[in-house]
């Protein structure tokens, strides 16, 4: 153990809080419909630094009050939250009562979370007891300097907040963007210059499907599948749902029956696959198959087109996933209330195409589209690496807080030794709660 921070002083859980062990009422006396106290049975309770229970019970066994930290104790062990009011504490939490600086307290706890966690045993669920806790070791500090640390924490976890708000707002940016990309593409605006430069005609012709597809549209095949299957393997519909081919253990299934190897169900690499079927937002959704041959087949709920030439191919996909073409197929979708809205081939089929004059262009559209998403996926990432950052930029905040190297220390503070001592003293005095009939509640 490094030295101690001056005026800091070694302690422990059960001496600057009183716990309270969580006990789950009756089942039969908890319910949905806001009778009696809510109740806090473990991690699914919780909702970002609050408490958020979806059920209550007309017997509270153990109870905390408003002001308490509920220390989640079971499987997601770590959670910590204040209680806003009365709450019923079921097995899988505990209530902590802090004689010290609740918040400082609750912010200690947090910080401990990944030592809780490895703390606690069992296979099922994984729990740490409360002789643990009672044990659990706490670095205390001067009462003054635990609500220093407290200002310091909030102040720099609120600016950390502040940037996560921000970058959330991207990726809905960053559709936004994409959408607005293909809709330049398919007007010709992203290739206009490679026109002029090319001699090209500027005017655009407007086809339908069915004059660029050499084969297709055709529905696939659904039978039945299991996790027993040893069949072939099929997609489903979350393989295409992004509008990239996806081809992981979440996008395919095998299934009991294996067709021919000359069925025309195996897919191809190359083959393009469109939802037929599916909600309104995903109906139309395409994605181009990139594995192996004549090892996956596609589904009732896709249609497959084929497109020989490589540039058309990809050009017609782009344009399969831009808004002006989803629009349409989501407006033609049919279906009856609590089914799938679905496409027929003929709709598909009937889809205007914006073409341009040199079979050429069709290269240039699509390598400028792809172009301009590698530099939003690049942003993407980037998003992802800075929310990783600022986790770990909190944790380092709150491991520098808790070593005593996040505030300064002020030699005229009382020492956490007094404090300690006046704890002791108070809660050997303070009388003990009657036990009766009454709800159960944490003692001094």
């Known amino acids: 153990m490094s030295k101690l921070p001056v005026g800091w002083v070694e302690s422990s859980l059960n001496a600057v809080a009183s716990l309270n062990m969580g006990q789950s009422p009756l089942g039969e006396f908890t319910n949905k419909e806001g009778r009696g106290l809510p109740l806090i049975g473990g991690a699914a309770d919780y909702e970002d630094d609050a408490l958020s229970p979806s059920r209550h019970t007309s017997t509270p066994t153990k109870v905390c009050r408003a002001g308490d930290i509920v220390l989640c104790i079971r499987a997601t062990i770590g959670k910590a939250a204040f209680a806003d009011r009365e709450y019923c504490l079921g097995r899988g939490v505990a209530g902590v009562r802090a004689h010290v600086e609740p918040a400082w307290l609750r912010w200690k706890l947090v910080e401990s979370a990944d030592a809780l966690d490895a703390a606690g045993v069992g296979t099922t669920f994984r729990q740490i007891d409360k002789q643990t ?3 659990w070791p706490i670095r ?8 220093r640390i407290v200002a310091k924490i909030e102040s720099l976890t609120d600016k950390s907040i502040r940037a996560r708000d921000q970058l959330d707002h991207i990726p809905r940016l960053v559709e936004k963007y994409k959408q607005a990309v293909l809709e330049a593409a398919f007007r010709g605006d992203l290739t206009r210059e490679w026109r002029e430069a090319s001699k090209a005609s500027d005017t655009w012709s407007l086809v339908s499907l069915d004059e660029l597809v050499d084969e297709g549209p055709t529905n696939g095949w659904s039978p039945k599948s299991g996790p027993d299957a040893t069949g072939a393997l099929t997609l489903k519909l979350t393989a295409t749902t992004s509008g990239m081919m996806r081809l992981d253990a979440d996008a395919v299934k095998r299934i009991f029956e294996s067709p ?8 191809r690499p190359g083959d393009l696959l469109v939802q037929r079927a599916n909600s309104l937002e995903y109906v139309g959704a395409s994605a181009i198959f990139d594995g192996p041959p004549n090892t996956y087949i596609y589904p009732d709920l896709m249609m497959r087109l084929r497109i020989y030439d490589h540039d058309k191919r990809r050009y017609v996909w782009r344009f399969l996933n831009s808004p002006k073409a989803r629009e349409y197929l989501q407006r033609h979708a049919t279906g009856t209330a609590g089914n799938m809205p679905k496409i027929s081939g003929a709709t598909l089929r009937a889809l205007i195409v914006p073409v341009p004059s040199l079979d050429a262009e069709y290269a240039e559209v699509v390598r400028r589209v792809e172009t301009a998403f590698a530099w939003i996926d690049r942003l993407t ?4 690496s800075a929310h990783r950052l600022i986790d770990h930029l909190d944790q380092a905040i709150l491991a520098k807080a808790f070593r005593g190297e996040l505030v300064p220390q002020d030699p005229t503070d009382e020492p956490a030794s007094v404090l300690l001592e006046r704890i002791g003293a108070e809660r050997g005095t303070a009388p003990k709660v009657r036990r009766g009939r009454g709800r159960p509640r944490l003692s001094s």
């Open 260 to 267: 021919a190897r000359t069925s025309s169900y195996w897919l």
């Open 381 to 384: 990432s980037e998003t992802i």
């Open 140 to 147: 205390l500090p001067p009462l003054l300097e635990q609500r």
């Open 133 to 135: 806790l009672e044990k």
